[in-house]
């Protein structure tokens, strides 16, 4: 096919196709007996500890995983209003078309959260007690584009992993409809807010010559708003390109991506990018001169200070109980003046983290968040920075949930090149922070594709040789190598 740069479309032009989805919701569980019941009228403390202080070992340090895992899905799912920049020029301007179903938009989300869970249990058992920040938006998005690229049993394993609430059939293009009206409804001007922005973008980056079919394109530029243009994937100037668009999209919180997707990279054909950035204000602000050092206790029971933010005010605070009987509590943090993005803190009852992560649900979380109801309370709990890697862990998790084929050069992405490539990894790098003025957090989900080469056969080690003439077989030269350098 003719080669050449793409760009993505001027505003009013990208609007998303819209597609009618089916709807399958999970149900929600009934209401369980909790083991635990930790909610007073007038006081609630919330610790976690996300930096040990020096020499206390790093695998002690079992955090709360689920508090920034979930507080990071609740900002970038809630569908919430800010100012928002999704691509080089949003689809919806002031006065122009009407924003997306918020209702396909919501069912789509739903979908994304479900692998959330699926995701947080898995790499949380890969970290071995230490620290899992995800973006499930960005890694869900990453997805749905490599899906619209996807072909029969390849298809229906992403569909799958996606957890798509409708019919799977890859060829209705419904994942991009589905996730190109949930990006483009929380990126519409009317959700605009002071204290609050969010930004989402998306590319695809074509080794130079490598043909990428036109209604893959299209798809692309239209639904997902993704820039497209060629690179020398195996050149450094390729990856350096790559990191500056990153870092940009980020505002400078996700460094080096092309050190984890394994970029210069000669055998890359095709690498696929979506970044998500958030920054928000408390709609009620910390006191700076209110935090002081406090303790927060490991699961093992050794302690350590930390510096706490306090505050007493109304906070929506619920009860939930996990299928064991486990209780946990649910603690709602907004932010901005509309408050439709907010922080949940999911603290369980027992010092079990492990089990609380491998037990929760997304119907649990729904049915805590139902229960939600405002008290006064004294709230208390650490500010933390932290950044997150994920590449060959998250490569296993989603091969573990069914998506291995897409993984071998028995996958058929046929519809993304003629070339039919296939998926080599997929990398996620994650940052956030939380401090008394409010919240931010960055994500970013890349995946490489590669053409199908031949098994590589590498002499590294020591050999026999031989020198031999075939007609009579006989042996010229023979001996063994041990030492190639000598």
Not at 128 to 151: F, H, Q, R, T
Not at 297 to 305: N, R
């Amino acid at each position: 096919m003719r080669q050449r740069r793409w760009a993505p479309p001027a505003s009013g032009a990208g609007a998303t196709r819209r597609r009618e989805p089916g709807s399958s919701w999970r149900s929600r569980q009934p209401s369980r007996a909790r083991e635990w019941s930790p909610v007073s009228d007038v006081f609630l403390r919330v610790e976690f500890r996300i930096r040990p202080r020096a020499g206390l070992s790093l695998p002690r340090l079992l955090s709360l995983v689920v508090a920034v895992l979930l507080a990071l899905a609740s900002v970038t799912f809630a569908l919430s209003g800010c100012r928002a920049l999704f691509g080089p020029a949003g689809p919806f301007g002031r006065g122009g078309p009407e924003p997306p179903d918020p209702e396909q938009a919501r069912l789509v989300a739903a979908s994304s959260n479900a692998l959330a869970f699926d995701l947080l249990e898995k790499l949380s058992v890969a970290a071995a007690g230490k620290n899992v920040v995800l973006s499930p938006l960005s890694i869900s998005a990453l997805l749905a584009m490599l899906l619209e690229g996807a072909d029969g049993e390849t298809a229906a394993a992403i569909a799958g992993v996606l957890h798509l609430p409708w019919g799977q059939d890859p060829a209705a293009g419904e994942s991009a409809g589905g996730f190109g009206t949930l990006l483009n409804y929380i990126s519409h001007p009317d959700a605009t807010g002071p204290d609050v922005e969010l930004a989402i973008g998306n590319a695809i980056w074509p080794t130079v010559g490598y043909p990428l079919t036109d209604e893959f394109v299209e798809t692309m530029t239209d639904d997902f708003r993704a820039e497209v243009a060629e690179l020398d994937l195996g050149s450094q100037q390729a990856a350096d390109e790559i990191d500056h668009w990153v870092v940009e999209k980020t505002r400078g919180r996700i460094q080096r991506m092309s050190d984890a997707l394994g970029l210069p990279d000669p055998g890359a054909v095709t690498v696929l990018m979506n970044a998500v950035y958030f920054k928000g204000n408390w709609t009620h602000r910390f006191d700076k001169e209110a935090t002081q050092p406090g303790t927060f206790t490991f699961p093992d029971g050794t302690e350590v200070t930390v510096p706490m933010m306090c505050r007493r005010g109304e906070f929506e605070v619920a009860e939930g109980a996990l299928a064991d009987g486990l209780g946990f509590l649910m603690l709602r943090l907004p932010y901005g003046e509309d408050q439709r993005f907010v922080m949940e803190i999911l603290l369980p009852g027992l010092p079990d983290i492990g089990r609380f992560v491998a037990g929760l649900t997304p119907e649990e979380r729904l049915e805590a968040a139902a229960a939600l109801a405002e008290q006064e309370v004294f709230l208390v709990m650490p500010s933390f920075e932290l950044e997150y890697e994920a590449t060959r862990e998250l490569d296993a998790a989603l091969q573990g949930l069914g998506m291995a084929i897409a993984y071998s050069p028995e996958s058929d992405f046929t519809p993304m090149s003629p070339r039919d490539p296939w998926l080599s990894r997929i990398a996620h790098k994650t940052y956030i922070r939380v401090d008394e003025e409010g919240s931010e957090a960055a994500g970013v989900t890349g995946g490489v594709m590669r053409e199908s080469m031949p098994a590589e056969l590498r002499v590294d080690r020591p050999f026999v040789f031989t020198v031999t003439d075939t007609d009579t077989g006989v042996i010229l030269f023979m001996g063994v190598v041990t030492d190639p350098t000598a």
